[in-house]
């Protein structure tokens, strides 16, 4: 099965600066996409960003970016310019291809606070 | 475009008793997830549905854990007897069902809290 590690339990961004969240995984796939979700004390997951391993690219959204290298199974989230409403949990996931594979394996959450 | 509806959104039992959670996923979502969210943890898949069947189910507890999804729309997650280990929050999602491009999305999930 495959594993998904976020070490950093907490994390803290003064509000404006840029934080980095870590997460590594384990698979012996070739193709494969991993996934940041932010879930908010409301609870709801929230997709903030996906990637496709077999796109060399790293993917962006707005403030959101990742670092993926893909011979380290190594797979960061960048957030830049931190807002109040970015604090939450975060967690990176993980799925593999294939119609009959659609179940996401989760870390165990990074919580990221932001001071104003 | 309406969300993943879950209720209820808090519930308090004692254990033995039994609980059911209900779930509406988006409208023309093929695909349903339950998960299951301890306190502190990532989710974990509990059972997926393909329309009204369980495709994989190899995560729930079935001694005691049961789900329905009748017609292939609505579903029903139900524990019995609940157990002081089951307190978590349940998640329900919800996806096109489109393999490689589906994404999942969330409902706000049900805190059980078994007493």
């Known amino acids: 099965a495959q594993t998904v590690t976020q070490s950093q339990p907490e994390m803290s961004v003064q509000e404006a600066e840029t934080v980095t969240l870590s997460c590594t995984y384990d698979t012996s796939e070739s193709d494969y996409y991993l996934f940041w979700y932010k879930q908010p004390p409301s609870r709801q997951m929230i997709l903030v960003i996906r990637q496709e391993a077999y796109k060399q690219q790293n993917a962006t959204e707005n403030r959101f970016s990742v670092n993926f290298q893909k011979a380290a199974k190594s797979f960061s989230l960048k957030i830049s310019d931190s807002q109040l409403g970015d604090a939450a949990m975060y967690f990176c996931a993980y799925r593999s291809p294939g119609s009959g594979a659609n179940n996401l394996f989760f870390g165990t959450g990074t919580r990221l606070t932001v001071i104003p | ?115």
């Open chain 2, 1 to 115: 475009e309406a969300g993943v509806v879950q209720s209820p959104r808090y519930k308090i039992i004692e254990k033995k008793q039994p609980v059911a959670f209900w779930c509406n996923p988006i409208s023309g979502h093929n695909t349903l997830y339950w998960y299951r969210q301890n306190l502190g943890q990532g989710p974990e898949l509990l059972i997926r549905y393909e329309n009204e069947e369980a495709v994989d189910d190899s995560q729930l507890p079935k001694d005691r854990f049961s789900a329905e999804r009748l017609k292939g729309v609505d579903s029903t997650l139900k524990i019995q007897p609940a157990e002081l280990g089951d307190s978590a929050v349940y998640l329900c999602a919800s996806s096109p069902g489109i393999a490689g491009v589906s994404e999942q999305y969330f409902g706000p999930g049900t805190r059980l809290t078994v007493t």
